[in-house]
């Protein structure tokens, strides 16, 4: 309802947003993977294969800033690809500041905002790349001149050869026969004249009704050169307004004469092609409209003459002249195309047949899903606890089929929502080459374990204090080399991360070998900061120390290690824990322990007050029943196996009225390997129950980690015991 | 030719309060809600919508008005992908007004009232949703 998302089409920025999203991702996978490989081709055309798809989609939102910036882009590429120039650091660098740009870009789109970004620096940098190689490529194609001659004619006799091919072709097809020979030998011929094959049966595609060919006297009349354009399209989905919107462009070029399928038939058939018959001037327009074309995946543009199409000349009225030299020069041009299109990697066919048998689907149905299996589990358990109270027989057997089916539901579902750590992984070769940058360091990333999978909704919580904790690393941990020199070790350093399954839960550690953590100096700090008591240092191990890094509000003099709380925050929020581990100059490890899904928690049920509450089991070291509780001043204490231990009532942290009764239960809990006691008011039990998030309107309640709904419907708060302390 | 716009009256500390139909997904009835030791003042709590975790917000504060009665029904808006109920004593109905009938209200009123119509005899303050809902998210939490 904001008036900012009003400057382009909502639906189509979705569509765009998705795209340009995984347009990014695979760019921070593939800059890095040019920096280190200048000369690998494939990287190179992908990379001008996203820029030119960006270009286009942005051009048609109107979002010209993006879309210029790509242009450029595509236009540095080209040269790269036509072996103009050559990958050098300044245009590594200037592709690295391209793909911030356009990731700033997207995400201000995201956030539904207007980018306002400035795109001149960025524009100034390609242009002068560019422009130096103008400068330069006349010398360049005199020493090229020998070979480009003997280039120019092979390519002539294979057009020449093609050219017979193609008048035999005719006659037999005339004939009405094509014998098997004729096959073999057609397939026996060079590449080329594959495309002379698929000419003639787009051309046959092509039976033309009245008005179609009166379409067809005019374009000859006006001494138009006939096309059929094969558009293949990436998104299957949107092919109608894509359909639509690439006969408007080439109307705009030429005379378009029929398409196949045809407007109406585009929205019942489910292909990712069209074909377009179409008369223009000049070759070069069409090909320019259909470059700006989006989500074509690939493309080809065929010349037929009339004779293609089984049409007379003389039923049109109109003479055509007959034009060898132009034909010829067709030929060469698809012999070209033919060329480029084998560099780009062509999709085999079990890829295809792969495609067809996933779906996307759209986050918000899989989470609307996921929530609905939620609801069933509870009622499940609700009908169990029925079917047993009442000792009814015939609902306890149908119950346990039922049981098994919800059971399979929800472990499918599960499976669905899990997505390879690879997805954020791979972003990090980029964010150290940036970091690396930014903090004049020399860091090498190597990571594994991409392969294992998690929920989708902890993967994207997860990738913040990931990429924060490597940030941390490379600014803090990893010296300079000059200092790595002088120390004796290898000039550059090192930073991996690795992910492997535990149990439920995946254990990530992001390890670097740099200087290493000082616990002493840390904890010396925290004390000066008056983070900490000086008195409890003395008890601290070495590990505790290393903890106080997340202490709020926790950094070394210069700033050095600070972020780690909201690193721990993140990674608490998604019901992981964070631990740290440094050797002088030696290694410095941070691991993540993350649960695998958020979905189901084993939760003990407590009373406060009238209403109920939950504590995750993982926190609960026991319970017990005392008699009472011992108080020393305000703090109350208990004995546990011959350990005194410091009890806080729950309700009075929460503000919540509490019975206060002779009898008291305690929730033992460990918090930085300490016990502490939580007085509540009553235990119930535990119960699997499924986490739901908070609003954000909440966010003013400090202590919930989330809430879930009980088997009566009622809501329970799932309270943090650690944080609530 | 004006506009019509159709309204959702509720009542609320005995004053009729008017909300566009547009921003209203539903009305339920209040059954019970679990109170959320610790949220601001105007949070009753949260309740289970079908599965989903909604807060119940008492808007009275907003709208200068005491809360007498029992809030008996909640009405849904949505706000982002995020659903919020509004705890109302009574919706009364869903009126048709025409917008040339609403007047804008006298400044004492307060920023919260987008304007003012007639219904059956009866004044009803059309709530400018926006402007609560800024107060609530302290303008930069949620988007409206």
Known sequence: MSDSSKFVDKEFLEVFLDEASEFLDKLDYLLPKLEKEPENKEVINEIFRIMHSLKGNAAVLGLSDLSETAHKTEDLLDLVRKEKLEVNKEIISALFDVVSFISSYINALSADKKPELDKTSILEKLESLLGSVNEKSSGRSTVLGESVESYIKKLEDEARSALDFLREQIVSSDEGETSEKVEEERDMKHDGLEDKKENIEDAQLFVLNDVEKQRLAEAISKEYGLYVVTLKFRDPSLLVIRYFQALQKFGEVGDVIKAVPSGNEIAKKSTDTIKVLIGVKKLGDLEDAIKELNDISSYDVNKVSLEDLGVNKDELKIQEPVDRLSELENIFKKIEEADEEQAKPSESKADEAKKLEEVRVNVKSLDALFNLVGELVLIKSRLISIANQYDIQALKEALSTFERLVNELQNEIMQMRLVPLHYIFRRLPRIVSELSKKFNKDVDIYYEGGEIALDRKVLEELSVPLFKVVEILVRDDIEDSDTRIKKGKASIGTIRVHAFREGNRVIITVESDGKGLDPDEIAKRAVELGLIPPSSVEKMSNEEKLMLVTLPGFSLKNGELSGFDSIKHSVESIGGTLEIYSKMDTETRVTFKIPVSMATLRALLIKLGDQLYAIPVSAVVTTMKVDSVNMIGSVGVIKYQSKVITVYNLGEILGIPTRSTDKSYIVLIEKRGKLVGLQVDEILGQEDIVVKPLSKLLSNAKGFSGATILGDGKVCLIIDPISIL | ?144
């Open chain 2, 1 to 144: 030719m004006s506009k019509e716009m159709q309204v959702l009256v509720f009542s609320l500390g005995g004053q009729y309060w008017g909300l566009n139909i547009l921003d209203v997904r539903e009305v339920v009835k209040i059954k019970n809600y679990t109170q959320v030791p610790g949220a601001q003042d105007y949070i009753l709590g949260v309740f289970n919508l079908r599965g989903q975790i909604v807060p119940l917000l008492d808007i009275s504060v907003f709208l200068n008005t005491s809360r007498g009665n029992e809030l008996r029904e909640a009405v849904i808006i949505s706000l982002d992908s995020e659903l919020i109920g509004i705890a109302v004593e009574d919706v009364i109905g869903v009126y048709r007004v025409d917008e040339s009938e609403i007047t804008p209200p006298p400044n004492e009123v307060g920023d919260h009232v987008g304007g003012i119509v007639n219904i059956k005899n009866k004044t009803v303050n059309i709530i400018d949703l926006k402007k609560i809902i800024n107060k609530v998210s302290g303008g930069t939490a949620l988007q409206y």
